[in-house]
């Protein structure tokens, strides 16, 4: 079921083994990938591995702003302190508990949420009678991890398979050609740069022109399968 499409009284009748909660951004992604990419993402695992369930999942509407002040150069960026989020994360599932869905997966699609999102369900399973962990997608696509940069070939694929209309085709070779090979400026183990801008021209990391619509269909599959996964064990963890 997907929360924002029903009715009070279909929530009241729902009974799902599991609830999931996608969060994403709204920061730049080149000039060829909208600035909502990680949510898409987000909810289109979301949505995909709720379809290939045996059971029952609840998916809520997707968090559309995240910790992305490191992208605060580009314009449309929008971000929350990691504070706010986490409190915006915690509540959320605060409110699933409370119609009685105490089981609960974030679905993440943005690298910058990570540390957060381990922080605040790791509280939410100690301290708010529920148990909720976090799961971010592209950490769970195999071999294709590696190349996960930013705007890069795992997410413009990815794009291009659920919604190739948002990808700016004709800005492709622009964006590659502005691309940084890798994320950071890097001495002695340390990334010197906070900000994207310190190291590439245009936001990209990673060659897009990489990232196929059957790359994509790959990916989607590979992370709702895995998701389907965790969701089964998260759904049979006895908690007590």
């Known amino acids: 079921m997907h929360l924002g499409d029903a009715t009070w009284t279909d929530a009241a009748d729902a009974d799902p083994d599991v609830a999931l909660l996608p969060v994403g951004s709204t920061e730049q992604h080149g000039p060829h990938a909208p600035l909502a990419t990680d949510a898409l993402t987000a909810s289109a695992v979301a949505d995909a591995a709720a379809d290939r369930y045996d059971g029952e999942l609840v998916v809520a509407p ?16 929008l971000w929350l302190t990691p504070d706010t989020f986490r409190a915006s994360v915690r509540e959320t599932i605060q ?9 609960v997966i974030v679905v993440n699609g943005h690298g910058g949420n990570t540390d957060a ?20 997608w592209f950490d769970a696509v195999g071999d294709h991890s590696k190349d996960m940069g930013h705007a890069g070939p795992l997410e413009t694929a990815f794009l291009r398979h659920v919604h190739p209309e948002l990808v700016h085709e004709d800005r492709i070779e622009d964006a590659a050609a502005g691309a940084s090979p890798r994320w950071g400026d890097w001495v002695a183990g340390v990334n010197l740069a906070h ?6 021209e245009n936001g990209v990391v990673g060659d897009p022109r990489d990232g196929d619509a059957e790359r994509g269909e790959e990916l989607e599959t590979l992370a709702a399968d895995a998701l389907v996964e965790l969701a089964r064990a998260v759904a049979d963890r006895d908690l007590d």
């Open 117 to 136: 999102l381990a922080e605040v369900t790791a509280t939410v399973s100690r301290h708010d009678d529920a148990y909720a962990v976090a799961f971010t």
């Open 95 to 103: 409110s699933l508990v409370h119609h009685g869905w105490d089981r």
């Open 195 to 200: 900000d994207s801008h310190e190291f590439s």
């Open 62 to 77: 997707t968090l559309p702003v995240g910790v992305s002040e490191e992208h605060r150069d580009f314009p449309g960026t």
